[in-house]
C-alpha cells in the first residue's frame, strides 16, 4: 500500500498519462498555464486540429484539483502544433484510416513554449490528448504543467471499442459519448455492431423494409442516414474510423422482418426461420445491393462481414437446402455451405470497391476454423473465443498467414464484483507460441462490449475507465505491465473524467477525487 501512494503522489505531478507513452523524459520545473495561452496551428488551414485546439481548452480547464503546490519556474505562453501534413480544409476532407501515422512528439522549453511535432495531423491529436491530461491545478486552483519531453507512438494500429446497438438501441448522443471517450483514451477504430437478431436499426435507403419492420421501433429506435452521417463526422475529427459490422449468415432474425426471402424456412424443428439461406442466388444479389450501400455510406475501407455462430439445425431440416448441398457435393458438412456463403460475400465486397480503393473484410473466427478459403491480402481474423483460451486460436489463425486482431480476454461486458481490470491488462496479444513473422500479422485489437445487459443508463460507467486499460495494452510498449503503476494512474484518469462529466466507474475500491463529480457534463 505505501508504494502505491507514493506512486500516487508521484504520477499526480504532472505525468498521470494513459495510455503510458513510448519515451518520456520528466523535467524537474513547473509552468503555470491558463485558458489563455497562445495555440497556434502551423498549417495554413486544418479544420481538424481547429477543432481539437477548441477541445484541448475545454478539457484543460476541468481536471480536479489535487491540491499538490509546486514552486513555479515560469508560464507556458504558446503551443505550436507543427503537422508535417495535414489536408483538411474547406474543400478536402481527410478520414483517418489503417495504417495512419499517429506519432508525435512534444518539447517543453525553458522560454515557456511548448511545441507539438506529428508526420500526420492524426499524431497531433493524440498529443493533445497527452498534453491535457499533464496539466494540474494546485490547492488556490492555479493551472500547472510539469516540463519534459515526449515521444510517443502506437504499438498497434487497430485500437477498437466495439458498441452492439442491436440488443438494446443506444442513442446518437451516447455513441458520441462513446466517441469523446474513445479519444481521450487514444483509442482510433469504432467497431460498429449495428444490427442483430433482436433489432435491425439501420435506416437502408435502398431497402427501407428492414428498418420498419426489423427495428425496435422504426420512428424512434433507427439511425437515419443524418444520424449515421454525424455519427462518422463525429468520429472523423477526432481520429477514430467508423468500421460498421453487418453480421451474416447468422444473427440475421431482424433482417428477416423485412427481407423473409433471406431466411432459410425450417422444416419440423420448432422455429419458422433460421440462418441467410445460401441457396439462393437472390440473396447474393441482395447482399450486393446492401454492401454497395454501405461502402457509399461509411468511408471506412473495413467491414465486418461477421461469419459467427452459425446454427446448422434449421438448414439440415430444409430439403432446398439438402438438394442444394448435395448439388455442391458437400455432402453433410454444414460448415462448407457457410464457408461457401462467407466466400461468396466476400468477394462480393472486392467486386463492388470502388477503383484504386482497397476494402478489407473482417470474419469472426468461425469463418476461419471451418476452413473457409478466403484472400489473405484482404481478410482480417477476429479472434473472440475463449477468455482465457485464445492462444491457440491466434496461432492457427498467423500460421497460416492471416492477419488478425484480438477480443477474447477484453469483454467488458463481463464483470464481477471487486477489482477485475487486472486481466485486461495483463492480457497480451503477443502472449502465444508464434514466431515473430506470425507476431507480425497481429494488427491490434477491440474492447467489446455487448448489449445484452447494457443500454443509454449503464454503459458509458461499466465501459470506463475499463477500456482505458485496453487502450494502453495496445498502445504503450509491450513492457508497461506494473498493476500498481497503472492502478494509480487510473484513479487520477477517473477523477479527469468525472470532472469532464463522464460517468466512470470506480476500479479500485475505497477512495476519492478532490472534487466531486461534475454534474455539468461538458461540451466536447
Known amino acids: 500500500f505505501g508504494q502505491l501512494l507514493l506512486l500516487t503522489v508521484l504520477f499526480r505531478i504532472g505525468f498521470s498519462i494513459i495510455p503510458d507513452p513510448k519515451f518520456t523524459q520528466k523535467g524537474s520545473l513547473y509552468y503555470s498555464i491558463d485558458k489563455n495561452v497562445d495555440i497556434k496551428v502551423l498549417k495554413p488551414r486544418c479544420d481538424i486540429l481547429t477543432h481539437a485546439v477548441k477541445r484541448f481548452y475545454r478539457k484543460a480547464i476541468h481536471h480536479p484539483i489535487f491540491g499538490k503546490d509546486v514552486a513555479r519556474s515560469g508560464h507556458v505562453n504558446s503551443i ?27 518539447i517543453f522549453f525553458d522560454n515557456g513554449k511548448i511545441v507539438i511535432s506529428s508526420g500526420e495531423v492524426w499524431g497531433a491529436l493524440r498529443a493533445l490528448v497527452t498534453l491535457s491530461q499533464m496539466t494540474f491545478r494546485d490547492s488556490g486552483g492555479a493551472m500547472y504543467i510539469r516540463a519534459g519531453k515526449i515521444n510517443d507512438s502506437p504499438r498497434f494500429p487497430i485500437r477498437g471499442f466495439m458498441a452492439d446497438t442491436s440488443r438494446h438501441f443506444l442513442s446518437v448522443n451516447t455513441i458520441v459519448t462513446i466517441l469523446e471517450l474513445m479519444e481521450t483514451s487514444k483509442l482510433n477504430t469504432f467497431h460498429w455492431h449495428i444490427v442483430d437478431s433482436a433489432s435491425f436499426p439501420y435506416e437502408s435507403y435502398t431497402f427501407p423494409q428492414l428498418s420498419k419492420k426489423g427495428a425496435y421501433t422504426p420512428h424512434s429506435h433507427v439511425y437515419t442516414q443524418t444520424d449515421i452521417r454525424f455519427i462518422i463526422e463525429y468520429a472523423r475529427v477526432r481520429g477514430i474510423r467508423v468500421m460498421p459490422e453487418f453480421d451474416s449468415p447468422g444473427h440475421t432474425q431482424s433482417w428477416g422482418k423485412g427481407m423473409p426471402s433471406f431466411l432459410t424456412k425450417c422444416v419440423g424443428i420448432g422455429q419458422v426461420f433460421g440462418p441467410a439461406d445460401p441457396s439462393k442466388e437472390s440473396n447474393f444479389v441482395f447482399m ?22 452459425v446454427d446448422f439445425a434449421c438448414w439440415k431440416s430444409s430439403p ?144 470506463w475507465p475499463r477500456a482505458a486499460v485496453v487502450a494502453e495494452r495496445l498502445w504503450s510498449p509491450q513492457d508497461r505491465t506494473n498493476i500498481g503503476n497503472m492502478a494509480s494512474r487510473l484513479d487520477i484518469f477517473r477523477c479527469q473524467l468525472l470532472q469532464q462529466g463522464f460517468q466512470a466507474e470506480s476500479m479500485n475500491g475505497p477512495g476519492k477525487c478532490e472534487q466531486p463529480f461534475n454534474t455539468g457534463r461538458m461540451e466536447l
Open 80 to 106: 505550436n502544433i507543427q503537422p508535417m501534413r495535414c489536408t483538411d480544409s474547406f474543400n478536402v476532407t481527410e478520414f483517418p484510416h489503417y495504417g495512419m501515422n499517429e506519432a508525435y512528439e512534444i
Open 288 to 309: 450486393r445491393t446492401l454492401l454497395n450501400e454501405l461502402q457509399n455510406v461509411y468511408p471506412d475501407s473495413f467491414v465486418h462481414l461477421g461469419g459467427d455462430e
Open 320 to 463: 432446398e437446402i439438402k438438394a442444394f448441398m448435395e448439388k455442391m457435393g458437400f455432402g453433410t458438412d454444414y460448415s462448407k455451405l457457410q464457408s461457401y456463403y462467407m466466400q461468396r460475400v466476400a468477394k462480393i465486397v472486392q467486386d463492388i470497391r470502388k477503383p484504386g480503393v482497397t476494402r478489407t473484410s473482417l470474419f469472426w473466427q468461425e469463418v476461419f476454423d471451418n476452413r473457409a478459403e478466403l484472400p489473405r491480402s484482404t481478410s482480417i481474423i477476429h479472434i473472440w473465443k475463449g477468455v482465457n483460451k485464445w492462444q491457440p486460436e491466434m496461432e492457427a489463425v498467423t500460421k497460416a498467414g492471416y492477419t488478425t486482431i484480438l477480443s477474447s480476454c477484453w469483454y467488458l461486458n463481463y464483470i464481477s464484483y471487486g477489482v477485475d481490470w487486472h486481466q485486461h491488462y495483463q492480457c497480451d496479444p503477443y502472449n502465444f507460441n508464434g514466431t515473430q513473422a506470425q507476431k507480425s500479422l497481429i494488427m491490434g485489437g477491440v474492447a467489446a462490449m455487448w448489449g445484452e445487459y447494457v443500454d443509454d443508463t449503464n454503459i458509458i460507467a461499466r465501459a
